[in-house]
Nanobody, 121 residues
């Protein structure tokens, strides 16, 4: 499974960005997640999508502001980020997990290359 993330950029606080993650290879039933890593900090869970039920789950810090969606026809997942804050600044990674749900980066099997999101105050 190969993952390609895109859509990062520079945005002012309160603005929006949409990240995309295109998946290729054996993507059937892969559960997807978004993580982020700010300078000097550990990689943290942001949002996840459980393939079999369509359940989406979010970190408390982004609930109500970020929405994860899936485009089956294009094997792509998106992360719509609204009401962005300076503390959302980080490199964002999409990740794939073959079995079950996961909130820890160590549980994920596949990783995209990361895309930088910078939110200015």
């Amino acid at each position: 499974v190969q993952l390609q993330a895109s859509g990062g950029g520079l945005v002012q606080a309160g603005g929006s960005l949409r990240l995309s993650c295109a998946a290729s290879g054996r993507t059937f039933s892969i559960n997807m997640g978004w993580f982020r890593q700010a300078p000097g900090k550990e990689r943290e869970f942001v949002a996840g999508f459980f393939w079999s039920t369509g359940t989406k789950y979010y970190a408390d810090s982004v609930k109500g502001r970020f929405t994860m969606s899936r485009d089956n026809a294009k094997n792509t997942v998106h992360l719509q980020m609204n009401s962005l804050k300076p503390e959302d600044t980080a490199v964002y990674y999409c990740a794939g997990k073959r079995y079950g749900l996961g909130y820890s980066a160590a549980e994920y099997d596949y990783w995209g290359q990361g895309t930088l999101v910078t939110v200015s105050s």
